[in-house]
């Protein structure tokens, strides 16, 4: 298993400004992901964050309103640049643990979230 | 290609009588099927999953799931609610083979738990 936090847990921001969400994995772990959950909607992927590379976007995501780092294997940053109100969101950091021959069977742990509202 | 559907965006059930959440999914490969419970206010915590093992999965807090390939299904079962299972709940598909590992969610199906 891993345990992840995520700071801030929830904030209040102006139009036009930008937040920066961190991610930290208690152990080393090959895949992190971003999620946004929209108000009562379901889990949509922003990006896989890479270590050491660029993150890898989803449709509908790109790099200049959400720029993701990832220094190394247990820590990585989202941003959610010039924000406006339909960001308000929940955004979740999650780790994959892979598992077997496989490899990619294993589930993934989340965060606690990061609660945005933007006014 | 992969998707997931959860039939049943609210399910109310009273408490002490028995939990059904339905899932079915589709997906190009063998999947991995999973559920996830999310609490109010808090993140996803992972319940049970199937990866081509047993067909019934148990799980935690005493739900269990049955992975039907003939239904393309793999529903959520509970014998007796309580209230502390009120919380919104996702049905998640992965490919289980190959390097695709990218997982889809299902829009979630939020439980209610009347005294």
């Known amino acids: 298993s891993a345990v992840i936090s995520q700071k801030p847990s929830r904030d209040i921001c102006q139009r036009g400004t930008s937040l920066t969400i961190q991610c930290q994995v208690d152990?080393?772990?090959?895949?992190m992901f971003w999620y946004r959950q929209q108000p009562g909607q379901s889990l949509t992927l922003i990006a896989t964050?890479?270590?050491?590379?660029?993150?890898?976007?989803e449709s509908g995501f790109v790099i200049d309103k959400f720029p993701i780092s990832r220094p190394n294997l247990t820590f990585s940053t989202l941003t959610v640049s010039n924000m406006s109100p339909e960001d308000s969101s929940i955004y979740l950091c999650?780790?994959?643990?892979?598992?077997?021959?496989?490899?990619?069977?294993?589930?993934?742990?989340f965060g606690e979230g990061s609660r945005l509202t933007v006014l | 290609a992969q998707s997931v559907t959860q039939l049943d965006s609210h399910v109310s059930v009273s408490e002490g009588t028995p939990v059904l959440l339905r899932c079915n999914y589709s997906?190009?490969?063998?999947?991995?099927l999973f559920w996830y419970v999310q609490h109010p206010n808090k993140g996803l915590q992972l319940l049970l999953k199937y990866t081509s093992a047993a067909t019934l999965v148990k799980g935690i807090n005493g739900f269990e799931a049955e992975f039907k390939k003939s239904e393309t299904s793999f529903h959520l079962t509970k014998p007796s609610a309580h209230m502390s299972d009120a919380a919104e709940y996702f049905c998640?598909?992965?490919?289980?083979?190959?390097?695709?590992?990218?997982?889809?969610f299902g829009k979630g199906t939020l439980l209610t738990v009347n005294p």
């Open positions: 999650s780790v994959r643990v892979l598992q077997g021959s496989l490899g990619n069977t294993g589930e993934l742990f």
């Open positions: 152990s080393q772990v090959t895949m």
């Open positions: 997906s190009s490969y063998s999947p991995s």
């Open positions: 998640v598909v992965s490919p289980s083979g190959g390097s695709n590992y990218k997982l889809t």
């Open positions: 964050a890479n270590q050491g590379s660029e993150a890898t976007y």
